[in-house]
């Protein structure tokens, strides 16, 4: 078989499977090790054709999947892949560019400052700041976490206790104190008590994982400021909402941030992996990591070296897949897509407020509800347990006020109302 054929094939597979994946259950109803026992211990002595890799993705993968593709999937975050970034991702790979030097991928290097300058415009971050891509949010905020500490001489991170453990674990993996701030009402990082004078980074964020809160970012900023202290600000799901100048609100002081994330592999339905990380002091940045040995020493005049402003040495073409989501879909038609993720969240909201027994446990800014059947924590876990098993849809849940509660997150570009109002009946049903 040519790879011609495969091609077609493989395609036919991915058209095919995206216009059943609503009708597949949404969470893999399999058992740790199940997947693993119907796979051969040791790899095929002779060569086998790509047709059988389509069987066994078929008959032996397909049943270990969640599907993130899913319209029911409102677990987490959505992290859905849209077609033209499908396609873009097979091509990246078909070119395959490793690009560490802009001499190796002068494409891919300026195609990635491109996107991200493209997405800094829709999001409204001021000009000129250096634009990247990295696999995830856990990364991104770790560089910027070297980038800050390299650039203050300090070696404290303070955060929120509502933001990601990511940052958590970038300290950890730094060697950093972290200092966690308690948080308000809306579970907004306090500042009234915050003492920066020996802190490197603050770590502030713009749509928190539990409840999408937004921390109070220009007072945070402003006394970084005094301090000398880096502000990092993590957006890596509520950052594409700021295509919509309604929801920018929440972006109130960014301008003022030394770095940012968002994940466009998040709300911008570009496949994973693509984190977008922009700093405003792009030189300390690559400060912070360029290091380049001679057998990387060029003669290229004005490039830029991407590999100089991160962790990693070879870096995917990236920019590919967001490049065509960001032409295929247009500014209006993200601006669309974002503002019907609010639009369902807002009518599940409704649902929930409008229900006797249930109870709404956080103010909705965006498109995640989170929301509780007014009982015990045993029998919020056990209504999650039940829809999820039932493979109809699939929820996550947080701790908040050290209550249980249920999380239900939009963002999938799939997503119906029909299917919203299915998530609400099982969930009805199951309590
Ligand atoms: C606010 C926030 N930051 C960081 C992350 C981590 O993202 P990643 O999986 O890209 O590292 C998440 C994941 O959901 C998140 O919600």
Same mark, same amino acid.
């Given at each position: 078989?040519?790879?011609?054929?495969?091609?077609?094939?493989?395609?036919?597979?991915?058209?095919?499977?995206?216009?059943?994946?609503?009708?597949?259950?949404?969470?893999?109803?399999?058992?740790?090790?199940?997947?693993?026992?119907?796979?051969?211990?040791?790899?095929?002595?002779?060569?086998?054709?790509?047709?059988?890799?389509?069987?066994?993705?078929?008959?032996?993968?397909?049943?270990?999947?969640?599907?993130?593709?899913?319209?029911?999937?409102?677990?987490?975050?959505?992290?859905?892949?849209?077609?033209?970034?499908?396609?873009?991702?097979?091509?990246?790979?078909?070119?395959?560019?490793?690009?560490?030097?802009?001499?190796?991928?002068?494409?891919?290097?300026?195609?990635?400052?491109?996107?991200?300058?493209?997405?800094?415009?829709?999001?409204?971050?001021?000009?000129?700041?250096?634009?990247?891509?990295?696999?995830?949010?856990?990364?991104?905020?770790?560089?910027?976490?070297?980038?800050?500490?390299?650039?203050?001489?300090?070696?404290?991170?303070?955060?929120?206790?509502?933001?990601?453990?990511?940052?958590?674990?970038?300290?950890?993996?730094?060697?950093?104190?972290?200092?966690?701030?308690?948080?308000?009402?809306?579970?907004?990082?306090?500042?009234?008590?915050?003492?920066?004078?020996?802190?490197?980074?603050?770590?502030?964020?713009?749509?928190?994982?539990?409840?999408?809160?937004?921390?109070?970012?220009?007072?945070?900023?402003?006394?970084?400021?005094?301090?000398?202290?880096?502000?990092?600000?993590?957006?890596?799901?509520?950052?594409?909402?700021?295509?919509?100048?309604?929801?920018?609100?929440?972006?109130?002081?960014?301008?003022?941030?030394?770095?940012?994330?968002?994940?466009?592999?998040?709300?911008?339905?570009?496949?994973?992996?693509?984190?977008?990380?922009?700093?405003?002091?792009?030189?300390?940045?690559?400060?912070? =990591? *360029? &290091? +380049?040995?001679?057998?990387?020493?060029? /003669? !290229? $005049?004005?490039?830029?070296?991407?590999? @100089?402003?991160?962790?990693?040495?070879?870096?995917?073409?990236?920019?590919?897949?967001?490049?065509?989501?960001?032409?295929?879909?247009?500014?209006?038609?993200?601006?669309?897509?974002?503002?019907?993720?609010?639009?369902?969240?807002?009518?599940?909201?409704?649902?929930?407020?409008?229900?006797?027994?249930?109870?709404?446990?956080?103010?909705?800014? =965006? *498109? &995640? +509800?989170?929301?509780?059947?007014?009982? /015990? !924590? $045993?029998?919020?876990?056990?209504?999650? @347990?039940?829809?999820?098993?039932?493979?109809?849809?699939?929820?996550?849940?947080?701790?908040?006020?050290?209550?249980?509660?249920?999380?239900?997150?939009?963002?999938?570009?799939?997503?119906?109302?029909?299917?919203?109002?299915?998530?609400?009946?099982?969930?009805?049903?199951?309590?």
């Amino acid at each position: 078989m040519s790879f011609r054929e495969d091609g077609h094939r493989a395609v036919d597979w991915a058209a095919d499977y995206l216009e059943r994946v609503g009708d597949l259950p949404v969470l893999a109803q399999v058992k740790p090790g199940d997947i693993r026992a119907k796979l051969p211990a040791s790899p095929p002595e002779e060569a086998e054709p790509f047709a059988a890799v389509l069987r066994d993705l078929d008959e032996i993968l397909l049943p270990g999947v969640t599907h993130w593709q899913h319209p029911r999937f409102f677990a987490y975050f959505a992290a859905s892949a849209a077609e033209p970034g499908i396609l873009a991702e097979m091509l990246a790979a078909t070119l395959n560019s490793v690009g560490f030097l802009w001499r190796t991928a002068p494409a891919s290097t300026e195609l990635e400052l491109l996107v991200c300058n493209w997405v800094a415009q829709l999001i409204g971050l001021p000009d000129g700041w250096h634009g990247h891509i990295e696999d995830t949010a856990s990364t991104s905020t770790l560089a910027a976490l070297i980038a800050a500490r390299h650039t203050t001489g300090r070696n404290v991170v303070v955060c929120s206790e509502h933001a990601h453990s990511a940052a958590d674990k970038a300290a950890r993996m730094l060697g950093m104190e972290l200092r966690k701030m308690p948080s308000d009402d809306a579970f907004r990082m306090r500042v009234d008590e915050l003492r920066l004078e020996d802190v490197a980074a603050v770590v502030a964020t713009v749509g928190t994982t539990s409840t999408a809160s937004v921390d109070p970012v220009p007072a945070i900023a402003e006394r970084c400021a005094a301090s000398g202290t880096w502000l990092h600000v993590d957006a890596a799901y509520a950052g594409s909402a700021m295509v919509c100048p309604e929801l920018r609100w929440a972006f109130e002081g960014v301008e003022r941030a030394d770095s940012l994330v968002v994940n466009a592999h998040k709300w911008m339905f570009t496949p994973m992996d693509c984190s977008l990380l922009w700093t405003s002091r792009s030189a300390e940045f690559r400060n912070a =990591f *360029s &290091l +380049v040995p001679e057998f990387l020493r060029t /003669s !290229d $005049e004005g490039e830029v070296n991407l590999s @100089e402003y991160g962790p990693v040495l070879g870096r995917r073409f990236r920019s590919l897949k967001l490049w065509a989501v960001l032409r295929c879909y247009g500014a209006e038609g993200l601006r669309a897509r974002i503002r019907e993720s609010v639009r369902l969240a807002e009518l599940f909201e409704g649902w929930v407020r409008d229900e006797p027994g249930w109870e709404l446990c956080a103010q909705r800014h =965006f *498109s &995640l +509800v989170c929301f509780r059947r007014e009982g /015990s !924590d $045993e029998e919020n876990e056990a209504i999650l @347990e039940r829809v999820n098993a039932s493979g109809e849809i699939f929820i996550s849940h947080t701790r908040l006020n050290g209550r249980y509660v249920l999380r239900l997150a939009i963002g999938n570009d799939r997503t119906t109302e029909y299917d919203v109002r299915r998530a609400w009946d099982a969930l009805r049903d199951a309590g």
